[in-house]
């Protein structure tokens, strides 16, 4: 914990601490955990929804990379897990790279369905799931350890920094 100071976004406010303290009081997110995200993008859809979710689908591969890259910009180890594979977190333009190669290879209609197994984020991330609502049951599935992101609010014109400090916070 530190100072809460102008510059920092609102949401790092732990409001317990604060409150005992009489003065606003911030979360530091310093440790090799804490700045360790997972990315968890689905790409199984049920045959009979693919065309309903083409475009949800396709923003939610926008949104991943917008959010990869500000994170990576922003000192962040960024991993990111489909079920056509799992890229673990590192760092670095060459990273970012292989992520994006990665998304921009991920397709929901080649999804066998059943599907496989969806790969676990590296442990000691923070899981990031990107919903895009193609899944009603997605919630039950990552909902106990990841935090959501729902690709189909994530306005086209909103910088990466945007999306990525909502998610984190």
């Not at 890229?87 to 292989?98: M, V």
């Not at 991330?125 to 690709?151: E, N, V």
């Amino acid at each position: 914990m530190r100072d809460y100071t102008p510059q920092d976004c609102a949401r790092l406010i732990h409001w317990k601490v604060s409150a005992r303290a009489s003065k606003l009081m911030a979360r530091e997110m310093e440790s090799d955990e804490e700045r360790k995200i997972c990315l968890i993008l689905d790409e199984h859809v049920e045959p009979a929804l693919r065309q309903a979710m083409d475009e949800p689908f396709e923003r939610a591969v926008s949104c991943a990379a917008s959010v990869a890259r500000d994170l990576l910009d922003r000192g962040f180890r960024v991993g990111l897990a489909t079920r056509s594979g799992r890229i673990p977190a590192d760092q670095g333009s060459a990273h970012l790279r292989r992520i994006l190669g990665a998304l921009a290879l991920v397709d929901m209609r080649g999804a066998p369905s059943p599907p496989p197994p969806m790969p676990m984020p590296d442990e000691g991330s923070m899981a990031l799931w990107i919903d895009y609502g193609a899944d009603a049951a997605a919630q039950a599935k990552f909902g106990a350890f990841a935090r959501r992101l729902d690709a189909r609010n994530w306005p086209e014109s909103a910088g990466g920094e945007w999306a990525a400090e909502r998610a984190i916070a």
